[in-house]
T-cell receptor
Framework: AQKVTQAQTEISVVEKEDVTLDCVYE???????LFWYKQPPSGELVFLIR??????QNEISGRYSWNFQKSTSSFNFTITASQVVDSAVYFC???????????FGPGTRLSVLP | DGGITQSPKYLFRKEGQNVTLSCEQN?????MYWYRQDPGQGLRLIYY???????QKGDIAEGYSVSREKKESFPLTVTSAQKNPTAFYLC???????????????FGQGTRLTVV
């Protein structure tokens, strides 16, 4: 069975600090896909990034960066120079090779204080 | 514009009543999902459907029912058998073509159901 763990339930940082959100996954598939979503107070989930299991290159997009390490089954998300607008719940998710059965982690609530 | 529409945004139900939440998508996605989110909690899968006229139970299907008569629509009925239905409900869709298995799931804006 597939499983996603986000051990950090809540994180609070002061604006401009860097913060890393952890994601650890379990799967028996050799091919799979990982995602990060942001849920602002409005409730809708916003897609941030996808990564397939064959691509271990880290990615940077503005203040966001992702570190995928297959050896430790982790897909961590770092926000550099955090801003108040980054305050949200962040979900890590895993889907199998057939694009079915999205499995979400429990989420990490990030609060960025001014 | 393509996307997923959930309605209504807020819904109030009296105890003992069934209520149906609407979810429509115009993304031509095969797969559709219903999730429940309780305050401070993650997403729990209620039902999902990969094709029309077929659906499978998720982790917390008891007290819920769905139908998938059209590709675009996946309504969720919260029945009186659901003991604690007050929650935030999210609908999602994704492509399941094996040629594009890494497509992300698109989410609606959610329906907040309150039992009064």
């Amino acid at each position: 069975a597939q499983k996603v763990t986000q051990a950090q339930t809540e994180i609070s940082v002061v604006e401009k600090e860097d913060v890393t959100l952890d994601c650890v996954y379990e799967t028996r598939d050799t091919t799979y896909y990982l995602f990060w979503y942001k849920q602002p107070p409005s409730g809708e989930l916003v897609f941030l990034i996808r990564r397939n299991s064959f691509d271990e290159q880290n990615e940077i997009s503005g203040r966001y960066s992702w570190n995928f390490q297959k050896s430790t089954s982790s897909f961590n998300f770092t926000i550099t120079a955090s801003q108040v607008v980054d305050s949200a719940v962040y979900f890590c998710a895993l889907v199998d090779n057939y694009g079915q059965n999205f499995v979400f982690g429990p989420g990490t609530r990030l609060s960025v204080l001014p | 514009d393509g996307g997923i529409t959930q309605s209504p945004k807020y819904l109030f139900r009296k105890e003992g009543q069934n209520v149906t939440l609407s979810c429509e998508q115009n993304l031509n996605h095969d797969a559709m999902y219903w999730y429940r989110q309780d305050p401070g909690q993650g997403l729990r899968l209620i039902y999902y459907s990969q094709i029309v006229n077929d659906f499978q139970k998720g982790d917390i299907a008891e007290g819920y029912s769905v139908s998938r008569e059209k590709k675009e629509s996946f309504p969720l009925t919260v029945t009186s058998a659901q003991k604690n239905p007050t929650a935030f409900y999210l609908c999602a869709s994704s492509m399941t073509d094996r040629a594009y298995p890494d497509t992300e799931a698109f989410f609606g804006q959610g329906t907040r159901l309150t039992v009064v």
